[in-house]
Structure formats: C-alpha cells, structure tokens
C-alpha cells in the first residue's frame, strides 16, 4: 500500500538523521505518502475534500485549513530549519504580516535600522494602525538591542542577518538570548540565506522567516514565505492565524516550492561561488568605493558571520559614491537583469534606494545610513568570465571608460584558485556544521 514496515521506517529515519542537507533536499520525508509513489508530489489542486458522513471530517476538508500538497512542503521546511512545524504563505510579506498578529495591541516590536523595504513599511503604516510601537535599533550590537528592550515590555524582537541590502551581521545568538531574557518572541527574517546556508533556530531564535519566492524555489516564478516555528503554543497561535485570516500558499504554488528545493543546495553553491568572484573583483574596480559582501576579510562582520553561517551567500552591494554612475552601471549591463527581489537563476541588479526600498521615505533612508547609489546585485547561475566581463565593461562604460576591464578580468582569473579555495574552506565547514548537528 506504499507505506513501510515500523521496522524498515525506524531504520530509514535512522539513516535519514545522517544525510547531508543537500540529499535532505532531494529526498523529502513528510508522512503524506502518496500510494502511486510518484518521483514528484501530486498537486491536490482543490479547494474542497469529500467528508466521510455528514458529521464527521476527514484529515481535510477546505484548501485554506489543510492542503496535502502543502503539508509536503511544510513538513520538509520543518525538518530542514530544524522546527516543530512551519507554515506555508501566499508570500514573505503574508508571513511577517503574520508575526505582527502576535504582538497584542498596545505591544512593542524592536527592529533593525537596516531592514527589507517591504518589512520597514508594514511596520512603519501598518503596525502604529494595530496600535503597536515599533522602535528601531542597531542589531549588530547586542548592546544597543538590550538597552532598547530595558524597562519596557517588548513582545517580539525581529531581525536579519544578513541585512538586505547593505549585508550587515547580527550576532544571532547574542539577540536571541537578550530577547529571551526579556520574554520577547525572537524572529529571523534569514531569506538571504535560507536553510542551506544558515540555521537561525539552532542559535536560540523561536521563529524564522524564509521568502519561498528566493531560494527557495529559485526560478523566479512564484511568491511565498515560510514561517517556521519551535515551541507547541506559538505553532498553535500562527496555525490558528494561517486558518482564520486565509493567507496560506496554494497548492501549485507548494509544488513549485518543492520543485525548487530539490536544487536549491547546487544553486545556492553555484551562486555563492559567482558573488565570492564578483566582489573581490568589484573590490579592486578604481570606481567601487565600497563593497557590502560577508565573504570578503574586509567585511566588519566577517569573521562573526562566517562563526554563524557556513557560507557567505550570493548577495552582495556596492558604492560609487555617484548616483548617476550607478544608475549607469545598472543600465548598462546585459546579462544582470535590472529588478526587485533576488534568488534566481538569473543574476539580478538594482538600485534599492529607487526600487526594492523605495518606500522607504530618503530622510529615513539617509539617518540609517542607506545612500542612493547603493548598488545590489544577486549573483545567478551563469559563467562567472561571462558575468565579469558584462559587469566590467558597464563599470568601464560608467566610468568614461578609463578602466580597462579586460586587465582586471585577467588579473581576477589569476586570483581565482585563491577564492576558490576560500570557498571549499566554506564549503568543508558548511560540512562539519552537519556532521556536528548529527552527533548532537
């Protein structure tokens, strides 16, 4: 009938403790089992099921309460961020919407001063509506974070880490801790990451928040959020939001999801490989005057990062301290496509101060130390010569075409065995990290 042994499944979950996050990814474990043992989940694309009799339910009955496809889906992001259960959002925004309405009226949120503009807006218009105070703070130092959580009743502490998009680092363990010792709920929004690459959970947080329409499933063809929660009475409370205010994911869009995460580990590996060649070649580019990349020694939180995560990831930012060169470059390149989000197969670049955090108002901006010719870019998938290249003959291009990017591009490629090696030094330490979770 599909189903295995008690024997045979006790030995399987045994071995299955083991396995790599990489073959996690591959090889689903939820309990819906599908008797026809299909290689891809089935797409339950339905809004009702069929009762036994009249007054009594099956295990579904209404897509908004429970869909299979989507317990899938919501299963094997528990395992992979390590939670009691997660939940499934119509996108990353429907998700930290969902943190809001834990956090009673008259409550307080303390968050970062460099956060996502879509986050910064609902808690800047939508939050003081439900009559809940938001204060923002510096979260790479966990002194400021206690100071603002002294003497006044916080009920949920939200961060990133890294920060989109200047990529500044929190130290995760040191904020959850603070939040803890002042009863407040501690959320990460880890979409920058994602489970591969970081595992917020393990360092004390009680909520993680993963943008599915990243990573997670990486082809830039659907929007979804991931909540994924420890502890019996908040997954209680967020399951009984996700019902009542109908915001879960649909169950093509679950099945996408699921799709995506069967490469999200050789994508992510592949892009983190392209960001770590792009930035150090953007570090030596006489235009950048600045370059936002956790990988890189020079970052202010390297070192606390790479303690942290197992890889510095494929997002990263540059200046020029020119508004009109960055727009220049941005333009100018072809193979970056000029777009909000990141995550994709494609190599993605934009203005974030006039897109992705537009919303944000520029004095607010300015005070938090975002500048307009802030560059992002999202490393993709592609021949990394190919994207040097495209980006060195826009930066060329931008900068009256001084530079001769053809000598740096031969000059990157002499240095490329020692980023290489950085990145297998990543590489082997994402490696032990599991290897370590196993033995625990």
């Not at 990349?293 to 990263?316: N, V």
Request: with cysteine.
């Amino acid at each position: 009938d599909g189903h295995e042994q008690p024997a045979t499944a006790a030995v399987h979950a045994m071995s299955r403790r083991s396995w790599s996050i990489a073959t996690r990814l591959c090889h689903p474990t939820s309990a819906k089992v599908d008797k026809y043992s299909a290689m891809s989940t089935p797409i339950f694309q339905t809004a009702t099921f069929e009762q036994p009799t009249s007054t009594t339910f099956g295990e579904y009955d209404y897509s908004r309460s429970g869909n299979p496809t989507r317990t899938v889906l919501e299963e094997q992001m528990a395992a992979l961020d390590g939670a009691d259960r997660s939940f499934a959002f119509g996108s990353g925004m429907a998700a930290i919407s969902t943190l809001l309405r834990l956090v009673p009226s008259g409550g307080r949120i303390v968050t970062g001063n460099d956060i996502y503009g879509g986050t910064s807006r609902l808690l800047g218009k939508i939050a003081p509506r439900l009559g809940i105070s938001v204060e923002h703070v510096d979260m790479c130092s966990v002194e400021s974070v206690r100071a603002a959580l002294v003497g006044v009743k916080t009920d949920l502490v939200l961060l990133e880490t890294p920060t989109n998009p200047r990529l500044r680092i929190t130290d995760l363990a040191g904020v959850a801790a603070a939040a803890r010792e002042a009863g407040a709920i501690c959320a990460v929004d880890n979409s920058v990451m994602a489970p591969v690459l970081q595992q917020p959970l393990a360092h004390g947080a009680d909520i993680v928040m993963s943008s599915a329409t990243k990573f997670i499933a990486g082809h830039s063809d659907t929007t979804g959020g991931i909540l994924s929660v420890r502890g019996k009475e908040l997954c209680e409370q967020v399951a009984f939001i996700q019902n009542a205010e109908g915001s879960a994911l649909g169950p093509f869009e679950c099945w996408l999801c699921l799709r995506g995460l069967k490469t999200m580990a050789l994508r992510m590996e592949r892009q983190q490989h392209n960001a770590w060649r792009l930035a150090d070649f953007l570090e030596r580019h006489p235009l950048v005057t600045r370059v936002n990349y956790p990988g890189l020694a020079s970052h202010p939180g390297h070192e606390l990062h790479m303690a942290q995560a197992s890889g510095p990831g494929s997002i990263l930012s540059f200046e020029t301290g020119d508004v009109e060169a960055s727009k220049a470059v941005v333009e100018a390149t072809e193979l970056f496509k000029v777009t909000v989000s990141f995550g994709s197969t494609n190599s993605l670049i934009s203005l974030p101060c006039f897109m992705s955090h537009a919303s944000i108002p520029p004095e607010v901006r300015a005070a938090r130390g975002l500048p307009d010719d802030l560059v992002r870019i999202s490393a993709g998938i592609e021949e990394i010569a190919d994207l040097i290249s495209d980006l060195g003959s826009a930066l060329d291009l931008a900068s009256g075409g001084g530079a001769q990017h053809s000598v740096r591009a031969a000059a990157d490629a002499a240095r490329a065995e020692e980023t290489d090696k950085a990145a297998l030094v990543a590489r082997v330490k994402q490696l032990e990290a599991e290897l370590a979770a196993l033995k625990r």
